[in-house]
């Protein structure tokens, strides 16, 4: 029998949303399950941006603020050799920079992937988000 409540268009789904066929646009779902390892990919790579920006910032800003020191420190006294103290500021801040890059990385990663494991034993109890796209 025909649906003459809807002319011309599909009957509307019968299943619940989370399984529909047709799916409606702008309506609401929910976030059940996260997964972890996708989790665990995409903080990595936002934490090791964070770094890359971050930590760049706060060595060049650290760097200057040695530069001052050491540069006050040779005016007061002119036997001290700065020269050698500044070279050795410039290659800790290098291997800072990267160790810092690689520790943030892998933090960021453990992270995500604690955070959604938690999300997807706290979505069991609560029933996760609802979400509401369009």
């Keep these: ?3 003459l409540t809807n002319p011309g ?9 989370y399984g529909a066929q047709y799916p409606t646009p702008g309506g609401r779902r ?4 996260v ?3 996708s989790a665990m990919k995409v903080l ?4 090791a941006l964070f770094w890359a920006v971050f930590g760049l910032i706060f060595g060049i800003c650290g760097g200057a603020m040695m530069g001052l020191m050491l540069g ?3 005016s007061v006294n002119r036997n001290v ?5 500044l070279g050795g500021g410039i290659g800790g801040f290098l291997i800072t920079y990267i160790l810092g890059f690689i520790v943030y990385t892998i933090a960021g990663a453990v992270t995500g992937a604690l955070y959604a494991w938690l999300y997807n034993v706290t979505a069991n109890w609560t ?8």
């Design 127 to 134: 029933g996760g988000l609802q979400v509401e796209v369009s």
């Design 30 to 33: 929910t976030l059940r399950k």
């Design 1 to 3: 029998m025909a649906d």
């Design 35 to 37: 997964d972890v390892l």
């Design 72 to 74: 006050s420190l040779s």
């Design 81 to 85: 050799n700065t020269g050698g103290i």
């Design 9 to 17: 268009y599909p009957p509307a789904p019968t299943a619940p949303m």
């Design 44 to 47: 990595a790579v936002l934490s």
